[in-house]
Structure formats: C-alpha cells, structure tokens
C-alpha cells in the first residue's frame, strides 16, 4: 500500500482541491484511491456511508476517487463552537467538547484511533492521499499534534508541501518551514508544490530554484490559478461574493457560528442570481427578494447575535415589503417561538425567545440525527435530495403546515399561512434542479436547470486535467511507493 501527504505553509493554500485533484487522476488511471484527512476543524460537515459525520472536503474528495464517504477518511473533526471550544466529532460520533486550554493533551489521546482508520483505508486501497491540517510550521502545536508531522511520521507517509503563490511570500514560507522544523520533520518532507500562480511560470524560475537550493527538496510542479475550483464546496471559510448583477438578490447574514455555508453553493451559481452574504455591521439588502437563515453550530448565541447586528429589526422590514424568509437547520430553529435546552447542551440552561416567524418550539438534546434523505415539497412536489446534521426537535403548532416530505413518509418543516416564510432541517436542499427551479420562478428568476452534483463531476475532471500538465505525477507516484 502506498501513501502520500499533502502539508502546507500556511490554512488555505488549496491543500483540499489539489488533494481532490490527484484523488481523481489516480482514478482516472485505474488505481485504488481513498482520501485521508486525521484531524479536520469545520462547521461544514456531511454524511458518512456509516451514518456519521465527516468534513465536507473529504466527502468531496471520496467523490474524487469515486468512492463513498466513510467515517474513517476523517476521524477527529471538531466542529467550533465559541472561541474557545469545539465538539469533538470521532469516528462521526460526537465525544464531548475540547476546550483550548486542553487542545494539545486531548489531541494526543486520539492518535490510536487515527492510526486504526488510517490502517483501514490502507487495506481497501492501492493508494491513500493524505491532507494535513494548518501547518507543520506552527511548531507551538507540534506536542500533540496529530494532524500534520504528529501523523505522518508514526505512519511513515512522505509529505509534500504545498505553497500558495498568490497570498505573497511563497519562497519566504516555504523556506522558512524548512528553518523551524524540527531535523526529524523536515525529513518526512521529500519536495513542494507551488499553488495558484497567475502569469507566465518562467517568470517564477529563479525563485522556484531559489527554494530547491535553499531547502534541499526538489520541486513537483506550479498549478497555475484554476477558477473553475469556486465550483467545489469551500472547506471551511465562507467564501467572498461573486461580482454579478442577477435578476434578484438573496441575503444570507453570516453569523459567528455558521455551518454548512456551502449549502447555496448552486444558488450562487445562477447566472439570476445575486446572492450577498451580510457580515457583521452590515444591514439587510432592502433589495433582498429573499433572506435564508443558514445552519448554525450554535444556535442560540448566533440567535443573540443576529439581534444585535439589528437584523431581526431588517427581517420584519425585508418581510413588510412582500420578502421571502427561508431558515435551513439552525436558522430554522431561529425563527421558531422558542428554542428550549433544558441540559445545557448550547450553555446555560434555559428557553430562549425565538424571532416568532414560524410558529414552532425546538427542544435541544444530546441526540444528534445525522443521515441522508430525499423528498419532495408538500407546496408544489418538487423533488429534493441532501441530509440532516443536527441536535433537537422542532414541534410544530396545531395548524401549522409542514415544508417538506420525506421519502420516509416523515415531515420536516414548517409553512407560514401566506407561503412566504418557510424553515426545514434539510442541508444542500437547492442542489436539485426541480426544487431550485420552483424557487427561484417563485421569486421572479429563472434557473439554467444544472444539477450541482454535476457541475462539481466537471469541475473535479477539469481540476484532474490542469493538475495532470503541471505537477510530475509519475514522481509523485514514485515518492508515494506505488
């Protein structure tokens, strides 16, 4: 069995597309190929083959190598909930909370089972293609760390790492790793990777030599700048709007906890559609034609939160102009009457006041409902496809119309009277064309009719195809053992 890790300089240097991209072209030639990622931190999540939860990029990559998602691809993800604590999600069950004082000892402790998911994928492939987390260069982190050098030096996987060229400072950042690693460490390091260059490559030919010399590790290849990977879910930050006009503008407000922000992925992707992502300080769009509430990983502080921005005052203005009002897992319960945590689970115990837009009452638990479904809308019958990750159950009122309809039989939910202020527990619900469809014709906007599984296939091949002429991948092959 052969291995290979991709480490980085620094977060979000395209660790997660480029492994995603060598995770489809090892496909492409016919080899076995799992993704492996020990220790994620991320609000985006999805649903494992076994019925847990994994981060989202690894469920992105198992696309890429054509397999389906398992618990083992990401076995420690914790998922923040303030900013100084995260859940702790472990082999896609939730184990408690870590907090930042105990984040180096915690951690360690969790090495077993990494190593035991890291030999289970190992089995069922030819190759595993590794994501580190972060930075090796964060050597503060390095006792404890399971993540970058903490994992692939126990399970003798090469690194490569990657630079990103277009935030500035690739050759400072790739030598400079170099300096502070440990000797040991920077062993484990066998040559880099240069990511998202814009321009002509000759230009960077001194400086990409310069890094050989000074560091000693040969170099694989410069990926230039790829937009089409926008089309891929982001891991973690919430993406920068796209410049476009559109026939109508969706709000999204984000909120400190936000989670599963890649559920409007496909909304963006409509040429009809504006869609702003409000940030804090900001107001809601007057233009707004709809405002959807995202998934929050703390649903109560994000609820506090958005009324101190003033955005429940913009909510009732945006829904006196005739607005829509959509609330997806969190922001559903959020525009409840009540939200109830008898246990503590978000903080202190206690009901909080909801905004009062839809007339249902969440009680929060410790069970968390985590899996797959499809359904079709009770309003129209348009069909739907995506998955529940969530604590707590949402009663409705007597009277109140359910949203959604399971392929179970069960309904999700809830309906205003008017139509117009709607909340469901259901991730990725606009990915289908049907259901995006109904909704933005509701709006005044056509949709191109893409289906958003789809889009992503291409743009994994695309991504394949531009990583496939500019890294050496018989060499990175070689320096994996296969």
Not at 48 to 53: K, M, S, V
Request: glycine share 10%; proline share 4%; net charge negative.
């Amino acid at each position: 069995m052969a291995a290979i890790m991709l480490q980085g300089t620094g977060s979000d240097v395209g660790k997660s597309v480029l492994v995603a991209g060598l995770c489809r072209i090892f496909s492409n030639m016919g080899i076995k190929v799992c993704p492996f990622k020990p220790q994620n931190m991320s609000n985006n999540a999805a649903v494992a083959i076994e019925g847990g939860e994994i981060g989202r990029a690894q469920s992105l990559q198992a696309a890429a190598c054509r397999v389906k998602p398992s618990v083992h691809m990401n076995p420690v993800l914790l998922k923040p909930q303030s900013n100084t604590g995260a859940q702790i999600i472990v082999h896609g069950k939730p184990r408690g909370t870590l907090l930042a004082q105990n984040f180096n000892t915690e951690r360690i402790s969790l090495l077993n089972e990494v190593m035991q998911s890291f030999e289970c994928l190992k089995k069922q492939s030819d190759i595993v293609v590794v994501e580190g987390a972060g930075s090796p260069a964060e050597i503060n982190l390095r006792n404890g760390d399971i993540a970058n050098m903490g994992f692939a030096k126990p399970a003798g996987v090469p690194v490569i790492l990657v630079g990103d060229i277009d935030r500035g400072g690739v050759i400072a950042s790739l030598v400079g790793t170099k300096a502070v690693l440990d000797p040991s460490d920077a062993e484990m390091i066998k040559g880099f990777i240069i990511n998202r260059f814009r321009g002509r490559v000759e230009l960077f030919e001194d400086g990409y030599r310069a890094i050989e010399r000074q560091t000693g590790w040969r170099g694989f290849g410069i990926v230039p700048w790829m937009a089409v990977a926008r089309s891929l879910p982001a891991e973690d930050a919430v993406a920068e709007d796209l410049q476009k006009s559109g026939v109508i503008t969706i709000a999204i407000p984000v909120m400190p906890a936000i989670s599963n922000h890649d559920d409007f992925d496909a909304l963006e992707s409509e040429e009809s559609v504006r869609l702003i992502r409000v940030r804090p300080g900001e107001t809601l769009p007057a233009q707004a034609r709809l405002v959807i509430l995202p998934g929050s990983k703390a649903t109560i502080s994000d609820l506090m939160f958005f009324r101190a921005q003033g955005w429940d005052i913009d909510l009732l203005a945006h829904i006196r102009r005739g607005g829509f009002v959509l609330g997806i897992c969190g922001g559903y319960q959020i525009l409840g009457k009540t939200i109830s945590d008898p246990n503590g689970e978000e903080g202190k115990a206690g009901v909080t006041k909801g905004l009062g837009l839809l007339n249902v009452h969440t009680v929060l638990n410790a069970d968390k409902r985590v899996t797959e479904v499809s359904g079709v809308s009770l309003k129209y019958g348009d069909s739907f496809r995506g998955y529940e990750i969530h604590h707590g159950q949402t009663e409705l009122e007597s009277g109140v119309s359910a949203f959604l309809k399971l392929s179970t039989g069960e309904l999700d939910g809830a309906l205003s009277d008017n139509g117009r202020i709607a909340g469901c527990y259901i991730h990725r619900l606009f990915d289908a064309p049907e259901f995006r469809a109904r909704l933005l014709g509701t709006l005044g906007a056509a949709s191109s009719g893409f289906d958003q599984n789809e889009r992503v296939e291409t743009a994994l091949d695309a991504i394949a195809s531009e990583l496939a002429a500019h890294l050496d991948i018989d060499s990175l092959l070689k320096v994996a053992k296969i």
